[in-house]
């Protein structure tokens, strides 16, 4: 795991991408999982500009975020992979057909009997 040098501003959770947490995600390791939940309001800080990077970790995270630099540590691969998650719409396929115009009508010719009712109880 990454050297814990970088600033712990609170818990950061997303609960518009991640409502059941990182760790029940199945995206992110344990250990990812970790990181963003102690690191990641510094870490979207910094991204974001709203945070100067203050620590030499925090300055190796900017400049792998930015491209200054290739993406080596921890917080860069974990926060990399965050972005890609959250920022990439995701197709799910499902197995259910959904009714067509031309497929309504042919529910009407089922009848074989010509519309006669005299078989069925009422």
């Known amino acids: 795991m990454a050297g814990d040098q970088m600033r712990n501003v609170g818990k950061f959770y997303d609960d518009k991408h991640f409502p059941r947490g990182f760790n029940r995600s199945g ?10 939940e102690s690191y990641g309001k510094t870490m979207r800080g910094i991204h974001d500009g709203l945070l100067k990077p203050e620590t030499p970790e925090e300055e190796q995270f900017f400049a792998e975020i930015t491209g200054q630099q290739e993406i080596s540590s921890d917080f860069a691969k974990c926060w990399v992979k965050y972005l890609k998650q959250t920022s ?26 010509g519309g006669s009712d005299d078989d069925m109880d009422f």
Do not use: H, M, Q
Not at 91 to 105: E, V
């Open 88 to 113: 990439t719409k995701t197709r799910s396929y499902t197995l259910c057909n959904s009714p067509r115009k031309s497929s309504a009508s042919s529910f009407d010719d089922d009848s074989d009997d």
């Open 27 to 36: 995206v992110f390791t344990v250990g990812e999982a970790s990181i963003l």
